[in-house]
């Protein structure tokens, strides 16, 4: 499910410009394509993380692909089971919840969620990436 907070008619050619460039980074975590998620990031993104045990601080594109690999790489089953775009004081805002299993994490089925508020660049790309990440919790019987 994406959610988009304001209708077409009052969304500026920016706003809609964003909201299509959001569209284009969920539809790549929904299909597990991080060549295409990190492609919507420029090329000297910088890239934070709060993760449950530490905090990422990284910068560029190959970093950025890196630990998608290292959280999600892994998954044997991957499903987006909820999805959210929205605009927080010309910021666009991400979250996406996923649902998946990984032997490298323990038995069993997890849901992630992970809320992203980033800037778009002028070359239409997402830049300074702040992202928050709940870490792999055991789905509930």
Do not use: K
């Amino acid at each position: 499910m994406t959610s988009v907070p304001c209708s077409p008619t009052t969304q500026s050619t920016e706003e809609a410009a964003g909201f299509a460039l959001a569209g284009r980074f969920i539809d790549a975590i929904a299909a597990r394509d991080f060549d295409a998620v990190v492609a919507t990031l420029t090329d000297d993104v910088a890239f934070r993380a709060l993760l449950p045990r530490r905090v990422v601080e990284l910068v560029g594109r190959s970093e950025a692909r890196e630990m998608f690999d290292t959280w999600f790489g892994a998954a044997e089953r991957w499903e987006l089971i909820e999805a959210v775009i929205g605009e927080v004081g010309g910021r666009i805002h991400l979250r996406w919840r996923v649902r998946l299993t990984n032997p490298n994490v323990g038995p069993g089925t997890f849901v992630v969620e992970q809320q992203v508020y980033a800037d778009p660049g002028v070359d239409g790309r997402l830049r300074n990436i702040a992202l928050l990440c709940t870490g792999f919790l055991p789905e509930a019987s």
